[in-house]
């Protein structure tokens, strides 16, 4: 008789779908602040990428929100989806940092988190988790 249960969820797939979740209610709530829709719009200098910006910071939550379904539920596309994030993550990371002259050692900090999220969902035992081997 075969087993149809499905495979244990790793704890640290449930602490990095949270973190998720936190990263796109953080960017809803920036992104509105970008584009001037709550409170302190009118207080920012606003710049030729306010609106650029403010829309991918909103796509950008309603991916995270999507990928911690797919990570929370276990689904394959859920792995891919939070590997694509978080390397986009640091891609978006690196061209703050080169756009906006920031210090080198915030930038490094910001980027921890994202690093050590794709360095957790390539261990093998969170691979095999979502069905990759």
Request: charged share 5%.
């Amino acid at each position: 008789m075969e087993s149809t249960t499905s495979p244990a969820r790793p704890t640290g797939v449930v602490i990095v779908a949270i973190v998720f979740l936190l990263g796109a209610l953080l960017n809803i709530v920036t992104s509105t602040e970008v584009l001037g829709i709550m409170g302190a719009g009118g207080a920012r200098n606003p710049g030729d990428l306010d609106i650029p910006v403010g829309v991918l910071m909103l796509v950008s939550a309603v991916l995270l929100i999507i990928g911690a379904y797919g990570l929370w539920v276990l689904a394959p596309w859920g792995w891919m989806l939070g590997v694509v994030v978080m390397a986009a993550g640091l891609v978006l990371n690196v061209l703050q940092y080169v756009n906006d002259n920031t210090l080198l050692v915030p930038m490094l900090v910001s980027a921890l988190i994202p690093v050590a999220i794709l360095w957790y969902l390539f261990q093998p035992h969170v691979r095999a988790a979502f069905g990759r081997t």
